[in-house]
């Protein structure tokens, strides 16, 4: 590692976000069998917020009541991802569901275009629709979606909306207190095994560790490099899932996953590649 460049361990610092990020489905799935979601929801995102209480108290620079606004906004949007995701995981396998919100990529560029005015690229709408046809394959290549693939897909949406909000909100905001904002929120839960470990997988490892490598390592590495680490994510999902869980994807099922990810890629590299190919 000493001799790796800051740059490296940024790259791999992100690939360990996104292998954890991938994990956190299946123990989140297993408590959600004696546990309700909001139960979940709220015990992650309390325990979460008292920690980046602490941590804005000792390292924020000043209260900045625009930074709390857009820290309350952005727990909104990320609060009804979180609750759509969660809910998706009790009714389908929580590798189908890290696939389905893997979309989020792909629909990043056309909220920036929405709220931002952005430009959109011939790449991005040519990987959206190579994702949504695997999304269509991966559904068992029907038109009619499960509850839980719609749950999974209104995730994705709500997900990219908080991508798009978030980078547009950091640069005017102080960092410590738009995430402690981020994480308030609202209930008993049932302290079983399962219970605890995926309030550990997920508020230690899955929030709290993950959103401060996340945030340091980007600082580092280019937002495309993230953005193809982070396709990780639902491979990680789906391994751990089938080999803990025994969740079984048919052979055109596990096609129409691999071309979401394709398209998420396609969509962010899809100019080098046609460049590389002189396409």
Not at 178 to 207: C, H
Request: proline fraction near 1%; charge should be positive; glycine fraction near 6%.
């Amino acid at each position: 590692m000493r001799n790796l460049s800051t740059q490296n361990k940024a790259d791999i610092a992100l690939i360990v976000v996104a292998v954890v990020w991938g994990a956190t489905f299946l123990p989140m799935a297993n408590a959600l069998k004696t546990n309700g979601v909001f139960v979940m929801l709220f015990c992650r995102f309390f325990l979460s917020s008292i920690f980046m209480g602490f941590v804005a108290l000792k390292f924020a620079k000043k209260f900045d009541k625009k930074s709390v606004i857009y820290g309350v906004i952005l727990g909104a949007v990320l609060f009804l991802s979180f609750a759509t995701q969660t809910y998706a995981l009790k009714l389908t396998f929580s590798s189908s569901v890290a696939f389905i919100t893997g979309l989020e990529c792909v629909i990043v560029p056309f909220m920036a275009t929405i709220f931002f005015k952005n430009k959109i690229s011939i790449f991005a709408i040519l990987g959206a629709i190579i994702a949504i046809f695997g999304l269509w394959l991966l559904s068992g290549a029907t038109l009619a979606l499960g509850s839980g693939e719609v749950l999974a897909l209104v995730c994705a949406i709500f997900y990219a909306l908080y991508t798009t909000l978030n980078g547009h909100f950091v640069r005017k905001s102080e960092l410590y207190l738009l995430v402690f904002a981020l994480f308030q929120g609202s209930i008993v839960p049932k302290f079983d095994r399962e219970f605890f470990i995926a309030i550990f997988i997920t508020t230690v490892i899955g929030t709290i560790f993950c959103y401060f490598v996340q945030t340091i390592a980007q600082r580092y590495t280019t937002a495309s490099k993230a953005a193809l680490f982070f396709c990780l994510e639902p491979v990680s999902a789906w391994l751990i899932g089938y080999f803990f869980a025994g969740e079984l994807l048919s052979i055109w099922q596990i096609f129409g996953a691999m071309l979401i990810i394709f398209g998420v890629i396609f969509s962010e590299f899809g100019k080098q590649i046609c460049s590389k190919f002189k396409l």
